[in-house]
């Protein structure tokens, strides 16, 4: 849950830029709001930059076309919604990624779903191959466990584990301590921060590891677009308790930093 949003005032000041890692724009929610609309409330929102991704991944095509200035696109391994949790046993989403990779550039494939052992399956195997193969990053959903096993597959993997995991501050800092091309989105959690001040265990984190994090909002389903642009004034007011540039950094330097490091092929 996101709490404190309705506190959030956009002030009169130069707004921060922000880039919001965690957006979706799946099949459910073409109708209700189509592509220029989207666009609109990302602007809103004062993003400079959004990572996009889809089920299917028309919806995140559809939005680059609009924007290919914001939009940074995603491959994420689903078809429709339901396939969370059927994707890595199932083959024909390897062909689809593939084909996928072959037509269009993407920075990362997911965000995908996938905890412990599940992660050592061949389906996920494959992808963590093609996201080497292509010099892009993973975006996982995942548990501690399975964050390990994608790194004990490939030390050299960039994965950015979205919403830290719904982990504590200390887990995130162990594992952002184990692994140097770990990054970690703070989309949909709410306790690094309230009423405009940073929780003091997770200010720790992030002076240790000021290159590393994101904001993001996921916007998993249709009525969370309604909070774009909330959670960007919300995550303006924390982010303005930080220093500047460990602030900017979250703000946007980090996603752009890897979402460049992953389209300059
Ligand atoms: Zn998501």
Known sequence: MIVGLSL???????????????IHYSHD???MLPPAEAIKILRKAGLKKAFVSSSS????????????DLVVPVLRPYRR??????????????????????????????????YGPDADRPVVRRIVE??????IFLHAHSDIDAVDRIFAQNPEARVLWAHSGFDSPEDVAMMLRKYK???????????????????????KVFLEFPDRFMIGTDTYAPDRWYYVVKHANWSRKWIADLPRDVGENIAHRNAEALAQWALQR
Request: proline letters at 4%; a negative charge.
């Open 130 to 135: 093609l996201a080497a193969k292509y010099k």
């Open 57 to 68: 991944d028309e919806g995140t095509q559809m939005l680059y076309e609009q924007a290919p």
């Open 8 to 22: 959030a005032t956009p002030g009169a000041q130069v707004q921060i830029p922000l880039a919001d890692a965690h």
């Open 29 to 31: 929610v073409w109708d």
């Open 181 to 203: 091309n770990l990054w970690a989105d703070l989309a949909f959690r709410s306790e690094h921060a309230s009423n405009g001040k940073v929780d003091p265990q997770w200010r």
């Open 81 to 114: 919604r339901g396939e969370i949790s059927s994707w890595y046993r199932d083959e024909t989403i390897v062909r689809m990624v593939e084909e996928r990779l072959a037509k269009n550039h993407y920075a990362g494939i997911g965000e995908f779903h996938v």
